[in-house]
């Protein structure tokens, strides 16, 4: 049933691969070879690929469900969270977003300007990228001279002076969001050390046994790591180290505390209250406390944003409201989905009816949580959903076939997966000269010359 179905893929920047190309660190390789199996599905005669495409702003959704039989939403979740501190916006005070995106080559975060010249930063958060970060500040730039790392990057990491990061937490050891890979990897850095507050741990260990087996190795890491004696090799790299890392537990940041350096509001300490635990929450003691740092960085996860008011968003879960994909909207109200869309929408409670047509599917449908795979996992619920209302006409398969071609409509040229091949091939070659995968192009306009073979970025 499903062979006759043609997809179109629409992109915001002329390259493909969202957060795998930007969001991935530079020395996990191996996580980005999915974007074979991408590359893979781009290339079936019935997939095309767009990009440069910025929908919301050059294209309305009403526009594409009025050409498209189905439009999924999978435009992920490209803000920072909000930490809502005083001091947030002074020099030196940076979020994790921005600082991954300047190290991966993201055009937005090519200009970052950011402190290396300090001996501390603070990484604000416990997940898996407040250890990402920390580890690209912490690894000895030699070793990411063969990765993908952006070459600004790259120069700017080697003139770093920051020999400690604090890494810190509102809640406790038990609660940590990290993975053990990634604990694993910064136990092990070459020319770190861990430098963990043993009483920290006091009575974690006699829990380990009430836990899920996956948090259970995560925990015993971490306790190990504090608590025991590593044996005399380990010890003696230790001491070797020169730079170094610690968790700080029971932490949330409450001003960013500045002072003017030669002319500049600069971050000097972020200031912390203490405090406890009540359960598995977080409960302030009233007792703060001040770290000397010159940088900061915000890694307290990531959020989505609605891209087009006629679209349903609940700003406060931070998705589009979906069930298993499909779009739904609040029964009573009113969405700018006009031109008989709306109107045939179906009730599907008492409350809901869904849109269809619609769906969404990854970070913009979950929150944004969640690795590659869980991701893809996901996607397969949506498209359950898809090829269900195929099969159940309720797309009205046969009454809206596609519109002429909607992408033969806009005024800018768009990248095909063949123009992409190109920018591909360039990133390639210009990085073979460095022994690198690939030097990534940093700039749109760029991109858009060496997609196009030519300067001709508009029609
Ligand atoms: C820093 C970081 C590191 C990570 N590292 C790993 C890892 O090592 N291993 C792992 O398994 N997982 C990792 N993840 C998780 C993984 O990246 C996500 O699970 C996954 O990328 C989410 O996919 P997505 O398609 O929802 O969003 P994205 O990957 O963000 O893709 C969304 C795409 O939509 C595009 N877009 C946005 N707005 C528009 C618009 N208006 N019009 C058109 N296009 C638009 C974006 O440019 C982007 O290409 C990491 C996440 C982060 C933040
Ligand atoms: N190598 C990998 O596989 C990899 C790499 C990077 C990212 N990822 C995945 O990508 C997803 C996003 O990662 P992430 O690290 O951005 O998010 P995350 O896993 O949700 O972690 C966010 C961290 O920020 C803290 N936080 C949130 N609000 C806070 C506040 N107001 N004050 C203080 N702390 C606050 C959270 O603490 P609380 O728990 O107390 O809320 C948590 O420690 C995760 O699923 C992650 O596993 C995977």
């Known amino acids: 049933m499903t062979e006759n179905v043609c997809v179109d893929i629409v992109e915001k920047l002329p390259v493909p691969f969202g957060l795998v190309r930007y969001g991935v660190a530079p020395d996990h390789p191996e996580v980005k070879n999915v974007i ?20 919301g702003n050059d294209v ?54 950011l402190n290396l010249n300090c001996n501390t930063a603070v990484v604000l958060g416990h997940g898996n990228v407040a ?3 920390a580890r690209m500040l912490l690894t000895p730039a030699q070793l990411l001279e063969k990765t993908d790392v952006a070459a600004h990057a790259l120069d700017a990491l080697k003139q770093s002076s920051i020999k400690r990061i604090i890494i810190a937490g509102r809640r406790g050891p038990l609660q940590v969001a990290f993975t053990i890979k990634e604990l694993r990897e910064m136990v092990r850095l070459p ?40 044996g005399n090799n380990e010890t003696a790299r230790r001491q070797a180290a020169q730079r170094e890392w610690n968790l700080k537990f029971l932490h949330s940041p409450v001003e960013f505390e500045s002072k003017i350096i030669e002319g500049v509001n600069s971050l000097v300490a972020v200031k912390f209250e203490q405090n406890r635990l009540d359960g598995n929450k977080a409960i302030r003691t009233g007792h703060t406390m001040s770290i000397p740092c010159g940088l900061a960085i915000k890694s307290v996860g990531y959020q989505s944003v609605s891209i087009d008011p006629d679209i349903p968003f609940d700003v406060h879960k931070g998705i589009i409201p979906n069930l298993c994909g ?28 869904v849109i269809p047509g619609l769906y969404c599917s990854g970070w913009i449908k979950t929150g944004p949580v969640g ?9 397969l619920e949506t498209a359950k959903s898809i090829y269900d209302d195929i099969s159940g006409n309720v797309l009205q398969w046969d009454s809206r ?13 768009l990248v095909t997966f063949s123009d992409w091949m190109r920018i591909d091939n360039y990133e390639i070659l210009n990085g073979k000269v460095s022994g690198k995968p690939r030097e990534k192009i940093v700039n749109v306009e760029k991109m858009l010359d060496v997609a196009f073979g030519d300067n001709k970025a508009s029609k």
Request: net charge positive; hydrophobic share 35%.
């Open 36 to 55: 074979n199996s991408f590359t893979h599905v781009a290339r079936d005669k019935r997939c095309r690929y767009f990009g440069n495409l910025d929908v």
């Open 60 to 113: 309305k959704i009403v526009d594409l469900l009025r050409s498209y039989h189905a439009v999924v939403l999978a435009y992920g979740a490209q803000a920072n969270r909000k930490l809502n501190v005083s001091g947030e916006t002074c020099d030196g005070v940076i979020s994790a977003s921005d600082f991954v995106g300047w190290y991966n080559g993201f055009p937005q975060n090519a200009n970052l300007h």
């Open 131 to 133: 250890l990402d970060v």
């Open 191 to 230: 020319g770190s050390r861990p430098d963990l507050d043993t009483n920290d741990f006091i009575g974690v260990p006699e829990k380990i046994s009430e836990l899920p087996r996956q948090r259970k190795r995560l925990i015993e890491l971490l306790c190990k790591t504090a608590l025991e004696d590593p």
């Open 326 to 353: 499909r779009v739904v909207t609040p029964k009573d109200s009113a969405t700018g989905l006009t031109s008989g869309i709306a109107n045939t929408s179906h009730v599907v409670s008492k409350h809901y009816r």
């Open 371 to 379: 690795v590659i795979l869980t991701t893809v996992n996901d996607a």
């Open 401 to 413: 076939s596609r519109n002429g071609d909607v992408m033969d409509q806009f005024q800018k040229k």
